[in-house]
């Protein structure tokens, strides 16, 4: 696994629906207490702060929960969501853009006992971290690390070793957003065609 953070360069790209593609394969990292946890990142889905129904964000919304998203690209924005899972995203572009990314599967690498303890489990299999709230469980990430930066020593992303192509990986729609119309139908998920890390094909 590579030692180098993604720098907030790559955060500040302006087409979030790029970016989302561009993690897969990327490792997310978490030192929550003293141990790292860490997964390749296997499914992500964009959503633009602009004429995107299904983003928090959409027509200029601010509230409490949304105001992380309108940071400068490089920090996490963490919510929950019916009361229960802990969501990651990545916040993307420059200041009040609303742009984030939403990680949605990992594949477990460093820290594996300590992620199936945490998550109660038995087995190192896609039941453990594929899945948005299943990974923040995993990873120790909760409400509490809301606006983290990612270039800190608690949540960051590194470059690691996988590397995609366009013909290995899926573009679908996105997951539970029925209410988003026309929106629902965008082709902004990702995930590798061969990965068997993935919440849902």
Not at 9 to 22: C, L
Not at 47 to 73: L, S, V, W
Not at 101 to 113: D, F, H, S, W
Request: aromatic residues 8%; contains cysteine.
């Amino acid at each position: 696994m590579s030692n180098d953070k993604l720098p907030l360069s790559f955060y500040r790209q302006d087409d979030v629906v790029n970016i989302a593609r561009q993690l897969v394969g990327k490792v997310l990292c978490t030192r929550i207490g003293d141990t790292l946890t860490s997964g390749i990142i296997t499914e992500t889905e964009a959503y633009c702060g602009r004429n995107d129904k299904a983003c928090h964000a959409h027509a200029g919304t601010r509230t409490e929960r949304t105001e992380t998203m309108y940071q400068g690209g490089g920090m996490a924005y963490i919510y929950l969501c019916y009361g229960i899972h802990h969501l990651f995203n990545i916040v993307t572009n420059v200041e009040d853009q609303a742009d984030a990314v939403l990680v949605r599967a990992i594949e477990p690498l460093n820290g594996q006992q300590l992620m199936l303890q945490r998550r109660g489990s038995t087995e190192v299999a896609p039941t453990l971290t594929a899945g948005p709230g299943r990974l923040t469980e995993a990873l120790g990430i909760s409400r509490g690390y809301d606006q983290t930066s990612l270039q800190g020593e608690q949540i960051w992303i590194e470059e690691g070793e996988a590397d995609f192509s366009d013909d290995e990986l899926v573009a679908t729609q996105r997951v539970g957003i029925e209410y988003a119309e026309e929106d629902a139908e965008l082709p902004w998920r990702f995930y590798p065609n061969e990965s068997r890390w993935i919440s849902k094909k």
